[in-house]
């Protein structure tokens, strides 16, 4: 018997990334596909003295195949050498957009901040940097799983146009071949209640319904009506003597493994004692599954 009114809200990360932010409540913007813009052009070059220095296949780095890469070639040892790659979108971008996200990898050890020392990003309007040149850090490293891939996650502040990748000859050791996947940038918010993570492979608002806004993925909804009195707007609910449960099928999940971001509200509104949980799993028939307990 459920004797208390919660409040969720479901999101399902890109590539399996489970860093789910819940989101009680929906607003508009639930409704629509995330834009994202990607790089459409690229520049390279190799600063200081290294003939067989240089960026392979640079124009994989381009447009929005994820899984084609530009590699970066330094030699071990050298001093004062770097090289630097800079992809360029076919628009200027707004300093409050959500995020800019850039795709790294490793040809060699699974990727970690003690081998990504030696790269710094930096944005630029046109020719001109706009100064926020970064070392790759933990406030902006997602790692993907157990590989030697990653996603930068940057919150420019500033208008830009382009994006600058440098590679220098400090600890490339440890770096072996790095790899450009793409960038891009998104022109909208998928919240504004939350900071869900970037570029979710799926996202349930579950305003009325259990539809995927980012690659419509349906679902279904058992016993859990609809309330348009969450803390930002609409939200499912699960409340006296339902069992709810919401079933998304056919998630083409490229890994075994996954994680499911979501706010819920787990406290009788009557009482405050915390009286709930939830259970996340899948069905025989690899249904994903969310339920109320």
Not at 32 to 48: C, F, H, L
Not at 90 to 100: F, K, R
Not at 237 to 259: E, M
Request: proline share 5%; glycine share 8%.
């Amino acid at each position: 018997m459920i004797n208390s009114h919660y409040t969720l809200k479901h999101i399902i990360p890109h590539r399996l990334l489970v860093l789910l932010a819940l989101l009680i409540c929906s607003t508009a913007i639930y409704a629509q596909t995330i834009p994202k813009v990607y790089a459409t052009s690229q520049t390279n070059q190799v600063n200081g003295l290294c003939l067989l220095c240089g960026v392979n296949n640079p124009n994989n780095a381009v447009g929005n195949n994820r899984d084609d890469y530009a590699t970066f070639s330094i030699n071990v040892g050298l001093l004062g050498v770097s090289i630097e790659q800079t992809l360029i979108f076919p628009s200027v971008a707004s300093g409050n957009l959500d995020y800019l996200a850039v795709g790294v990898g490793n040809a060699g050890s699974l990727l970690s901040l003690s081998v990504l020392g030696s790269v710094t990003i930096e944005t630029y309007l046109g020719n001109t940097p706009n100064n926020d040149a970064k070392v790759i850090d933990s406030s902006m490293l997602v790692l993907l799983g157990n590989t030697a891939r990653a996603t930068v996650i940057l919150k420019p502040t500033q208008n830009y146009d382009r994006v600058k990748i440098t590679q220098n000859s400090s600890l490339v050791g440890l770096l072996a071949d790095f790899r450009l996947y793409y960038a891009l940038y998104s022109t909208s918010k998928i919240s504004e209640c939350g900071t869900p993570p970037p570029d979710p492979f799926a996202y349930f608002p579950l305003n009325g319904n259990a539809r995927d806004t980012i690659n419509s993925f349906s679902g279904t909804v058992t016993g859990t009506p609809f309330t348009t009195d969450a803390v930002c707007g609409q939200a499912a609910i699960f409340s006296n003597g339902n069992t709810p449960s919401i079933k998304i099928t056919n998630i083409p999940l490229p890994r075994k493994s996954f994680t499911y971001a979501f706010w819920g509200s787990l406290t009788d509104e009557a009482t405050g004692v915390n009286a709930a949980f939830f259970l996340l799993g899948r069905d025989s028939l690899m249904n994903t599954i969310i339920r109320y307990k």
